[in-house]
């Protein structure tokens, strides 16, 4: 059995601005390096034997994952699989600015069943969960019988939780995903089993 702690990264400057964030190198703001101070401390108290540490690449992770990483004694590990899903030319936009600049690609995101959708000038959707998804397939098979953190984005939780779970998380984008929430998975060659979704009581 693998243990997954699955851990959005801390607030971006685009979290903060309503915006959408993508590949775009969004920092963190204070918020968020406080938030990834808060539960690395949590991690160190409440989780032995942590094996790895793995990051997507995209700056508000890594920056997250770095902080983690000085607290825990671990060097993350950057794997570009865990990125975002490319948002293309929406990434920066707020939600009014998508839906009055893209109307049509507006209406197609809305259904998101929709796995041939495509991002203008980004990703398709189908992609992006093939890519997450080979990526998580990855890392559990390098770390069985160990526990695992990876710092990613909400797409990326959500997109892994899909995988591992189909039949809970078939409406994979109604799960909220707070920054530098945990959500803990076991998996293993019998399936997987939720332990937790978006525990942020470190954060209160």
Same mark, same amino acid.
Do not use: M
């Given at each position: 059995m693998t243990q997954l702690i699955l851990m959005r990264h801390g607030?971006?400057?685009?979290?903060?601005?309503g915006k959408w964030g993508g590949w775009s190198p969004a920092e963190l703001t204070p918020l968020g390096r406080k938030q990834a101070e808060t539960v690395a401390r949590r991690l160190a108290e409440s989780v032995e034997a942590i094996a790895a540490l793995y990051s997507s690449p995209l700056r508000r992770a890594w920056d997250t994952a770095q902080i983690i990483g000085r607290v825990l004694n671990l060097q993350p590990?950057?794997?570009? #699989?865990? !990125?975002?899903? =490319? %948002?293309? $030319?929406?990434?920066?936009?707020s939600m009014d600015e998508f839906r009055a600049a893209f109307p049509e690609h507006f209406a197609r995101w809305l259904?998101?069943?929709?796995?041939?959708?495509?991002?203008?000038? #980004?990703? !398709?959707?189908? =992609? %992006?969960? $093939?890519?997450?998804?080979?990526?998580?397939?990855?890392?559990v098979a390098c770390y069985l019988h160990e526990t695992?953190?990876?710092?990613?984005?909400?797409g990326t939780i959500r997109a892994i939780l899909a995988h591992f779970l189909?039949?809970? %998380?078939?409406?994979?984008?109604?799960?909220?995903?707070?920054?530098?929430?945990?959500t803990r998975l076991e998996v293993n060659s019998d399936g997987a089993r939720l332990l937790i979704l978006n525990d942020d009581a470190h954060l209160l």
């Open positions: 607030q971006s400057v685009l979290n903060e601005q590990i950057s794997h570009d #699989g865990l !990125r975002e899903i =490319d %948002f293309g $030319q929406v990434d920066g936009l259904d998101k069943a929709d796995l041939s959708f495509v991002w203008p000038g #980004g990703e !398709r959707r189908a =992609d %992006f969960f $093939q890519r997450v998804s080979r990526t998580a397939e990855e890392i695992v953190v990876v710092v990613a984005h909400g189909p039949v809970e %998380f078939g409406d994979w984008w109604g799960y909220e995903l707070g920054n530098c929430s945990l």
